[in-house]
């Protein structure tokens, strides 16, 4: 490596976006990319290629977070570290989503202010309030949803966190992004996973001309987004060092019904589906206002049933057998 390479830090590398950012960022061989996660997806991540570093570092241990911050020089930072998980597991156990997100997130937010690192901080759908349409600014106008409650917070602290910074020390090399619900091939498909990919993992091990169980009546819905488009916002955002707070969304309504359909069709199975209704809907409806996306130049453009069929071809060759 004769030239200075750029320098990026990449949290959660091992997760569901952190893999597509850590391959994507090496295309430009400019870039040498630090990921780090408290565990290796060392089928996705690019080990053989020598602009890329893997450590296992836990976000929320701040003297290893500082030691990292002062070995390297880091010309940006993007922090995909998130906690995962399904509304039940939210509701049960609601300290695995703010402990460690509140810890580590104010963690990298120090060491970025102090190093001078620009941050593209990943925030969630979670954060806003039931409505027809999300819109950026409405979000502290509100409290969250009682659905969202303890995932919101998580979000949301570590967002007034840096506002609290721009306020105080006048700092603005950062950007909040937003996605809808994620989906893509390096989703969680074991305990806990969210809908897509809990729909997937059920339609795949679902014999042919059979019957497969979904919660709720089918008519809720959401704005999905798949996790190449959310990858290649943040690295756009990251060059161009925008200091933005923006929603990351296709803007567009799909129903619980939709999409298990999409799942379907993409598996080729001739499969019937029963509604519980005795299970929770969730909220009504989830829809991201695209405006300020379209603005900052940055459309969505995976097509849904593309990513679904992508995503269920990916789990069914690869990781169906290795999850029970």
């Given at each position: ?245 923006c929603n990351l969304g296709s803007g567009e309504d ?46 969505n453009e995976t097509n849904f049933q593309h990513g ?17």
């Open positions: 490596m004769g030239s200075i390479l750029k320098k990026i830090l990449v949290t959660g590398c091992s997760g569901l976006v952190g893999t597509k950012l850590c391959n994507q960022l090496l295309l430009d061989k400019d870039n040498l990319v630090i990921g780090i996660d408290i565990k290796l997806n060392d089928k996705r991540l690019p080990l053989d290629n020598e602009n890329f570093v893997y450590q296992k570092i836990d976000i929320t241990d701040k003297d290893k977070i500082n030691a990292l911050f002062e070995l390297h020089d880091f010309d940006g930072v993007i922090n995909a570290f998130g906690i995962k998980g399904s509304p039940i597991r939210a509701k049960e156990k609601p300290l695995d989503f703010l402990t460690p997100s509140i810890k580590g997130n104010i963690n990298i937010i120090e060491n970025c202010h102090k190093h001078n690192s620009f941050l593209v901080f990943l925030s969630s759908v979670g954060v806003y309030a039931p409505a027809e349409v999300f819109v950026e600014d409405t979000v502290w106008k509100t409290l969250p949803s009682e659905h969202d409650w303890f995932p919101s917070w998580s979000k949301r602290i570590p967002e007034i966190y840096l506002e609290a910074y721009k306020i105080q020390h006048n700092w603005k090399d950062f950007a909040i992004l937003r996605p809808a619900n994620i989906f893509g091939e390096d989703d969680n498909f074991g305990e806990g996973s969210t809908v897509i990919a809990a729909t997937i993992k059920k339609v795949a091990n679902a014999d042919d001309n059979t019957e497969i169980v979904v919660w709720g009546d089918g008519t809720p819905t959401r704005d999905f987004i798949f996790a190449d488009e959310v990858s290649n916002s943040c690295i756009k955002v990251l060059n161009n060092k925008q200091n933005i707070t799909i129903s619980i019904e939709k999409m298990v359909l999409g799942v379907i069709t993409a598996s080729g199975k001739n499969l019937k589906i029963k509604y519980d209704t005795t299970k929770p809907n969730g909220d009504k409806k989830r829809k991201m206002s695209i405006d300020k996306q379209f603005e900052y130049g940055l459309k679904l069929t992508q995503t269920y071809k990916h789990y069914y060759n690869n990781i169906k057998n290795e999850i029970i």
